[in-house]
């Protein structure tokens, strides 16, 4: 028995990071003055959450009530992708228009995989690049968030949490230089998501992602920088 409940537990995350099949996009909504393209992974999608409580949705909310008249996201993000999946997602879309806020939030699911942190500093480029170029090519307009510490989660017990903590240091320390680099905005989430080890309302039920609770901090915490991106 207990052995059944060990793999049981090992093969858990996969379900969890990456095989998911998360409803289409919707419609862009050009109904208000700002238009906003969010673009990531399980955390951007809101994984465990209502679409209500994403921290993107979160953000365009307190954007509207900070007088900014602006769009919920167009979302591409899915459960389980990496650096690579999502550029692939990006092409396949086939976007046209261009946005006045576009959010990067990407590389949990390439450290868990165990991917090279150099293949995915390529990779986190040429989404900053297409990012830029979706915001009529002004850096100023892009937000990038850090990668979550999962490994403070309920879930995160399973595994070496002191490794899982190195390892997205050294992936937001790439993210964060390539950012600068390229001239876009790098807001640090990560402590935020730590906050989970003492708080258990910060987790979603399945222990492994972040509640609407959570989302709202990371929301509140880029509204001064989308606020800027917009003004």
């Given at each position: 028995m207990k052995q059944?409940?060990?793999?049981?537990?090992?093969?858990?995350?996969?379900?969890?990071?990456?095989?998911?099949?998360?409803?289409?996009a919707p419609a862009i909504d050009t109904n208000n003055a700002y238009t906003y393209l969010a673009l990531?992974?399980?955390?951007?999608?809101?994984?465990?959450v209502a679409e209500a409580d994403r921290w993107g949705v979160l953000l365009a909310g307190l954007l509207r009530e900070n007088g900014l008249d602006v769009g919920n996201p167009y979302?591409?993000?899915?459960?389980?992708?990496?650096?690579?999946?999502?550029?692939?997602?990006?092409?396949?879309?086939?976007l046209t228009q261009e946005f006045d806020l576009v959010s990067l939030m990407i590389g949990v699911n390439n450290q868990y995989r165990k991917q090279s942190?150099?293949?995915?500093?390529?990779?986190?480029?040429?989404?900053?690049?297409?990012?830029i170029s979706l915001?009529?090519?002004?850096?100023?307009?892009?937000?990038v968030l850090s990668i979550p510490n999962w490994g403070t989660t309920p879930y995160g017990s399973n595994f070496n949490r002191e490794q899982i903590a190195e390892e997205i240091a050294a992936f937001n320390a790439v993210a964060a230089d390539e950012a600068q680099k390229a001239g876009v905005t790098f807001i640090n989430i990560t402590p935020l998501s730590e906050k989970a080890?003492?708080?258990?309302?910060?987790?979603a039920n399945d222990g492994l992602h972040y509640?609407?609770?959570?989302?709202l901090e990371w929301a509140k915490l880029a509204l001064q920088e989308a606020q800027k991106a917009l003004k």
């Amino acid at each position: 028995m207990k052995q059944t409940f060990y793999i049981l537990l090992l093969l858990t995350p996969l379900f969890l990071f990456g095989c998911k099949d998360d409803t289409p996009a919707p419609a862009i909504d050009t109904n208000n003055a700002y238009t906003y393209l969010a673009l990531g992974d399980s955390y951007t999608i809101g994984e465990s959450v209502a679409e209500a409580d994403r921290w993107g949705v979160l953000l365009a909310g307190l954007l509207r009530e900070n007088g900014l008249d602006v769009g919920n996201p167009y979302t591409i993000a899915r459960t389980g992708w990496t650096t690579s999946e999502l550029s692939s997602a990006i092409k396949k879309e086939g976007l046209t228009q261009e946005f006045d806020l576009v959010s990067l939030m990407i590389g949990v699911n390439n450290q868990y995989r165990k991917q090279s942190i150099n293949t995915y500093r390529s990779e986190f480029r040429e989404l900053l690049q297409k990012s830029i170029s979706l915001t009529k090519g002004d850096p100023a307009n892009v937000i990038v968030l850090s990668i979550p510490n999962w490994g403070t989660t309920p879930y995160g017990s399973n595994f070496n949490r002191e490794q899982i903590a190195e390892e997205i240091a050294a992936f937001n320390a790439v993210a964060a230089d390539e950012a600068q680099k390229a001239g876009v905005t790098f807001i640090n989430i990560t402590p935020l998501s730590e906050k989970a080890a003492e708080d258990r309302s910060l987790v979603a039920n399945d222990g492994l992602h972040y509640s609407g609770k959570m989302h709202l901090e990371w929301a509140k915490l880029a509204l001064q920088e989308a606020q800027k991106a917009l003004k």
